[in-house]
């Protein structure tokens, strides 16, 4: 197996993905599949040297997300020796029977490499279907949807990037990147105003967001000093409340309880944004399959 070609890896980091991170995802799964040895079905039933096209056809309405990886997947499996032909872009909603990408190489790699690369793509759309559907939901509202740590291990990178296929935004990476002061941290610090000016004092650089269960602690997080405030489980009442007593000195984020049926009436509260982890850890997968096409029987 080789690595992915020049272009892909272009593709990849222009969609702010790591091409050394994505190879050794792919090289990880391909090993699952095959262990020491070889796609037992394949190398029985198709001729070494027969060509096929794979379509990969959308099996119902949605939004795609995580073609660079396919196109990593096949590269690598068919040692580079793959012609590809992207028919829609991440990001782009189908329908069912949509052709997304169609690629030419020996059948038994195309086959070799199909539930890797479908795994991923059927995955990653999903996530993408599920924000578009936030997104939508909060059209016109001036809020923003935001997702969440609570990701697959191994897969941040690639679920987050998901999310901005379906028009979300990503909120902090890790524990590393930004900082949010939860209850726990309160009672370990001793108070908000100790854990905010904690926080401050050690990583002045540092986002630092100031979690609030009531509309009493975010009077308490304001005059500690907090501009970026978590609103964790506050009914609409609560939230209107909320916004009406920061008047625009800290961004509000809702989390908590959010379902997409009372999307809109949390958002028209006020808050500048909704984060919600069932984007990533509770999509279901968006149907895709491969259909096979010999060569001379297209």
């Known amino acids: 197996m080789t690595a992915p070609t020049a272009t892909t890896a272009r593709e990849l980091s ?36 027969a060509e096929g096209v794979a379509d990969f056809v959308a099996r119902a309405d949605g939004v795609v997300a995580g073609l660079p990886v396919v196109r990593a997947v096949l590269e690598i499996v068919t040692d580079d020796s793959v012609l590809i032909e992207s028919k829609v872009a991440d ?37 993408a279907t599920v924000t578009r559907r936030w997104v939508d939901e909060v059209d016109g509202t001036g809020a923003r ?30 524990l590393y990147d930004a900082a949010l002061v939860k209850d726990n ?7 908000v105003a100790e854990a905010f000016a904690a926080v401050r004092s050690l990583f002045p650089d540092v986002e630092v ?20 405030l978590l609103l964790d489980n506050m009914s609409v009442d609560e939230l209107a409340e909320a916004v009406r007593v920061t008047a625009g000195r800290a961004e509000l984020e809702a989390t908590g ?29 968006l149907d895709i399959g491969v259909d096979l096409r010999t060569i001379g029987n297209s």
């Open 14 to 49: 222009a969609a702010g993905l790591d091409p050394a991170e994505v190879q050794a995802l792919v090289e990880r799964a391909l090993a699952e599949d095959l262990g020491d040895g070889v796609d037992v079905t394949s190398v029985a039933t198709v001729p070494f040297d």
């Open 91 to 127: 990001g782009a909603r189908v329908r069912r029977g949509d052709v997304l990408l169609s690629a030419t190489a020996l059948v038994r790699a195309l086959l070799t490499g199909e539930r890797t690369a479908l795994n991923v793509l059927c995955h990653l759309s999903g996530i």
């Open 145 to 174: 949807i935001l997702d969440t740590r609570k990701t697959n291990p191994g897969l941040r990178s690639l679920e987050k990037y998901a999310v901005r296929c379906g028009g979300g935004t990503n909120k902090r990476m890790g």
């Open 185 to 191: 941290h309160v009672v370990a610090a001793g108070g």
């Open 209 to 228: 967001q100031v979690e609030c269960d009531t509309v009493a602690q975010v009077h308490e997080a304001l005059a500690a000093g907090a501009t970026f």
């Open 257 to 285: 309880g959010l379902t997409l049926d009372r999307a809109r009436a949390v958002a028209s509260t006020g808050v500048d944004y909704l984060s919600v982890g069932a984007l990533t850890h509770s999509a279901p997968v």
